[in-house]
C-alpha cells in the first residue's frame, strides 16, 4: 500500500484558480522551510506568537520541519492541525494552518498563515484564506472560522475584513516579552455563504473526512 492509502491526507489539496494548498509531504516540507528563511516580515516587526522565523539556518528550517511534522504526529479527529503548503506556479510559497478541537461537534476551525515576503501584497494571502475557508465551510461542513492578528497587522487584518469576518473583541497576548492587543475576528457560515467563490476545488477530500472528525470516525477501532 501506499502512504497516501495509510494517510489519505497526503492526497488533499484545495486548488483555485492562483494557487493550490497542498498537505505537504517531506520534499515539501522542505522546500517551504526554505522559503520561511527568505524572510516573512521586516525585521523588528513579528507579526507571530513566538520568535520561531528569527533563529538563523539551519534552526530556523529545523523549526518549521518539527512544527510541520507535529502536526502530522499529533494528529487526532478530537484535536487537528492541518498545515497546508501554499504552491503558486509549482513552487511554494507559504504555509496555510487550520486547526480545530472537537469539530464534529463544534464545527469551528480556526486559522493561520504566512506567506515569504516576495509573494507578499499580491492577492495571494487573501486567495489563500478562501481556499482554507472553501475547505472549512463547503468541505467539511463548518458552521465558524476564527481568526486573530496582532491590532498593528494591516494585511492580515485587510484580509479578514475582505473575505467577511467581523470582529469579536480583543486579547492581551505575550508579544516577546511585552503584552500586545490581539484584534479576534469571526466569520459566521451565513456570512462566508453571501460571498462564497465557486471557483474553488477540493481534491481528495472524501476518504480525509474522518480523520477531521466530519464524518464517521473509524478512527478508534478496538
Ligand atoms: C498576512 C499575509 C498572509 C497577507 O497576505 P498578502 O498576500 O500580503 O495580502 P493580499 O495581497 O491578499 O492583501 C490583502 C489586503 O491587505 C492589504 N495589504 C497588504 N499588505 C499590506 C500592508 N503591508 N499594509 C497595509 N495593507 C496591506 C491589501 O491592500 C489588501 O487590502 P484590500 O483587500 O482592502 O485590497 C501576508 O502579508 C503575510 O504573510 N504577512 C506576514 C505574516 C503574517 O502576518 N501572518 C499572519 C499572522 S496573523
Redesign the pocket.
Known amino acids: 500500500m501506499a502512504l497516501v492509502d495509510h494517510w489519505p491526507l497526503f492526497g488533499l489539496c484545495v486548488r483555485t484558480p492562483r494557487l493550490e494548498l497542498r498537505y505537504p509531504d517531506d520534499d515539501l516540507v522542505a522546500e517551504v522551510a526554505e522559503v520561511a528563511v527568505q524572510g ?2 521586516e525585521p523588528g516587526f513579528r ?2 506568537l513566538s520568535a520561531w522565523d528569527e533563529v538563523p539556518p539551519p534552526h530556523q528550517q529545523r523549526n518549521t520541519l518539527q512544527h510541520l511534522w507535529s502536526m502530522r504526529g499529533s494528529w487526532s479527529p478530537t484535536s487537528w492541525k492541518c498545515g497546508l503548503v501554499v504552491v503558486a506556479h509549482g513552487q511554494a510559497i ?1 504555509l496555510q494552518t487550520v486547526l480545530a478541537k472537537s469539530f464534529a461537534t463544534r464545527r469551528t476551525v480556526k486559522t ?4 515569504g ?1 516576495a ?11 478562501a481556499a482554507v475557508l472553501h475547505l472549512a465551510f463547503s468541505g467539511l461542513d463548518a458552521i465558524r472560522a476564527e ?4 491590532h498593528d ?4 487584518l ?2 479578514s ?2 473575505l467577511g469576518y467581523v470582529e469579536n473583541g480583543d486579547e492581551w497576548l505575550l508579544r516577546g516579552d511585552e503584552p500586545d492587543r490581539e484584534i479576534r475576528l469571526v466569520l459566521t457560515r451565513e456570512r462566508w455563504a453571501q460571498r462564497r467563490r465557486h471557483d474553488i476545488e477540493l481534491v481528495g477530500l472524501e476518504p480525509c473526512l474522518p480523520f477531521f472528525g466530519a464524518a464517521e470516525a473509524d478512527w478508534l477501532l478496538p
Open positions: 516573512i516580515h507579526p507571530f507559504g493561520g498563515s504566512w506567506l515576503q509573494h507578499q501584497g499580491r492577492g495571494y494571502g487573501t486567495e489563500m484564506r481568526s486573530g492578528a496582532w497587522n494591516a494585511a492580515s485587510a484580509v475584513r475582505r
